[in-house]
């Protein structure tokens, strides 16, 4: 196995990861929140990644890692650090990459979702770990974890996770995370999301 910082080459598997996490009962969440189709949303994230002024997000390339096994992409994921500028540059991406029509409807949607900012912010963050399903069950996820950690210079590192995704809770704190807070992201039943609540998992590591 191989790990790697991400290139250009890599957002498509990147993208369908993310949406594959984000999936709901019948779309997932950028879906739901843009009010696209699949393939509109993909255009939308791919301008997000292809952005070379898009730095320190979960919607940004430099912040991604990508496992390689014989070749292939195995799996990613993402570290974030979500002090000040994490929020500023989050925020400058969709007034520049949404149409008009398309970020009147995502802010009208996001303004109707509670508010965890206070609970997430100045906290170094691993996100959208993602495996493909040729590549399961041979460590990828835990090595792409781990070489996260190892960048990460705070005491604490943590992990968001959908309340309802028991298998990768259990995963999660087999790898040393401990529930820190369950945070409410949505309705009930959701409209957005896959959940109606958020984990936010934590371990400790200096």
Not at 39 to 67: G, W
Not at 164 to 170: F, K, L, R, V
């Amino acid at each position: 196995m191989m790990l790697r910082n991400a290139k250009k080459e890599d957002i498509p598997f990147i993208i369908d990861g993310i949406l594959e996490i984000e999936k709901t009962e019948n779309s997932n969440s950028y879906n739901n929140l843009f009010g696209t189709e699949s393939e509109e949303t993909k255009i939308i994230l791919s301008a997000f990644f292809n952005d070379e002024e898009n730095f320190d997000t979960e919607l940004s390339l430099n912040s991604f890692a990508v496992a390689e096994i014989d070749g292939e992409i195995a799996g990613c994921c993402s570290k974030i650090f979500t002090n000040q500028d994490y929020y500023r540059n989050k925020g400058e991406l969709f007034p520049i990459h949404l149409s008009s029509d398309v970020l009147k409807i995502f802010m009208n949607n996001a303004q109707t979702l509670p508010d965890s900012r206070a609970i997430s912010e100045n906290k170094s963050f691993v996100e959208y770990i993602f495996v493909s399903k040729f590549f399961r069950k041979k460590g990828v996820a835990e090595a792409l974890i781990q070489k996260s950690i190892e960048k990460i210079n705070s005491e604490k590192v943590y992990i968001n996770v959908f309340s309802t995704n028991d298998y990768a809770i259990e995963y999660y704190r087999k790898l040393g995370f401990e529930k820190f807070k369950e945070v409410k992201i949505d309705e009930n039943p959701p409209r957005f999301y896959p959940s109606a609540e958020k984990l936010i998992m934590v371990k400790k590591i200096n």
